[in-house]
């Protein structure tokens, strides 16, 4: 009896200790399981943390605005700033002309650029240079001369012709030059097809690049509507606005997706005007009104067509200005017409400055602070070169001219002469 009872004392014994075991078995260490908790909890907020961050990263990249690159227009815009702020005043003045070579070396006929155009180009780094048929003797030279007239310029050079086909062909005309021949523009007008007039201003642009030269002053965009004047008559493509305007716009087009700049002549008009304004002054006897409704039409579809030149005719309209000044110095119709009437923000340069409309009348520093006062940006063939140079000069330095109006001109000049490069 004794042995059965300590076996049962012993089974309860063991009964209680496995109990106690079976209890600190169970039960976890609370500091470790609250760290487990706590680590838990902070991974749970780190993860959320870094998800909020990403989040607003995204965020952030969605609403920054991209980086663009700029275009080459305001690359150009860009270029055109530093060459202004970097020019001295005296070469900004040189650039406002367009001469011939020998105004700039003082030869009889130039059919050649040596040394002395060289130097001459370093002192008077001029805006453009234009040739005639004097100064073409064959391709070869013709090709040489272009070619350094360019290497020897410190800016981008315009170099310049009058290659409207017909009369006035200086490299077509000139007999030693292998290019196509094309007659008046009048017989160009004559087919009543546009297309003609493109074709027409696709290869001279053509072959005038080829040649070296980047400004062709042409096409003629007078309405020839007075049978009595001889100075334009069959250089235009008719009597009828509307076909001219088309014929117009097309040749622009032709020519200078070439490369050239064209240069729309005579504005506003000299289709109707009765003298030669290269003996003496030609008068425009219309209304303002009637000059909208014809010879302004031209003008306009070159101009929405995109043209790069307007050149400005010595004639005098006393329906707009109240008097006998010619168009080249007068501020009402260079900006007040061509400009604000017309829209047009390109180049105005003026007819030659040695015609007799303006010698007969002005001297060459006269004219030629007059016409950038006017609104114009280039100055043709001054008979004095040296003079209206000083002229434009003294007149900057005096305030009578500013340099900022100076370089309003220059932008318009360099933004073409960057784009052709």
């Known amino acids: 009896m004794g042995k059965s009872k300590m076996s049962k004392a012993g089974r309860l014994l063991c009964m209680v200790l496995s109990m106690v075991l079976l209890a600190g078995c169970s039960s976890s260490n609370p500091e470790a399981g609250a760290g487990k908790k706590e680590q838990k909890e902070e ?9 909020e961050q990403a989040d607003k990263s995204r965020s952030d990249d969605a609403g920054a605005p991209e980086v663009q690159e700029p275009t080459e227009e305001e690359k150009r815009e860009a270029q055109i700033e530093e060459l202004l702020g970097n020019m001295s005043l005296e070469d900004k003045v040189s650039q406002l002309f367009f001469v011939n070579p020998e105004a700039l070396t003082g030869v009889g006929v130039a059919v050649q650029a040596s040394d002395a155009t060289r130097s001459a180009m370093e002192s008077y780094p001029v805006g453009g240079v234009i040739l005639f048929s004097a100064n073409i003797e064959n391709e070869e030279q013709l090709r040489t001369m272009t070619s350094n007239l360019h290497a020897y310029s410190k800016y981008p050079l315009f170099l310049g012709i009058d290659e409207e086909g017909g009369r006035v062909a200086r490299i077509a005309g ?12 009048q017989e160009i007008g004559n087919t009543q097809d546009p297309e003609e007039a493109y074709r027409v201003g696709e290869t001279i642009g053509r072959y005038v690049k080829e040649l070296g030269f980047n400004v062709d002053f042409a096409p003629v965009a007078d309405v020839a509507s007075n049978p009595d004047n001889q100075v334009i008559g069959s250089r235009s493509f008719g009597s009828d606005a509307g076909l001219v305007s088309q014929m117009v716009a097309r040749e622009v087009q032709g020519m200078q997706e070439q490369g050239v700049s064209a240069s729309l002549k005579h504005f506003p008009g000299h289709g109707d005007t009765s003298e030669d304004s290269h003996a003496e002054m030609a008068v425009s006897k219309k ?3 009637e000059l909208r409704n014809m010879e302004f ?4 579809a070159g101009i929405e067509a995109g043209v790069d030149m307007v050149m400005i005719g010595h004639i005098s309209v006393p329906a707009i200005t109240g008097s006998d000044i010619p ?9 007040g017409c061509l400009r604000e009437e017309l829209g047009y923000q390109g180049i105005v340069v003026t007819d030659s400055m040695s015609m007799g409309a303006i010698v007969n009348t002005y001297t060459s520093a006269d004219a030629a602070v007059r016409a950038l006062q006017a609104g114009c940006d280039m100055l043709l063939m001054p008979q004095d070169f040296q003079a209206a140079r ?3 000069l003294d007149a900057v330095k005096d305030s009578v ?6 370089d309003e001109s220059l932008r318009r000049i360099f933004r073409v002469k960057l784009r052709q490069q």
């Not at 991974?43 to 998800?51: D, K, L, P, R």
């Not at 001219?401 to 100076?406: F, K, Q, T, Y």
């Open 327 to 335: 168009a080249s110095l007068s501020e009402q119709i260079i900006t």
């Open 401 to 406: 001219l500013s340099e900022e109006r100076l």
């Open 43 to 51: 991974q749970g907020q780190t993860e959320e943390t870094s998800g």
């Open 287 to 289: 209304t303002a009104d």
């Open 174 to 185: 000139s007999g030693s030059i292998d290019v196509p021949v094309f007659p008046d523009m």
């Open 390 to 392: 000083q002229a434009v």
């Open 297 to 300: 039409l031209p003008f306009k």
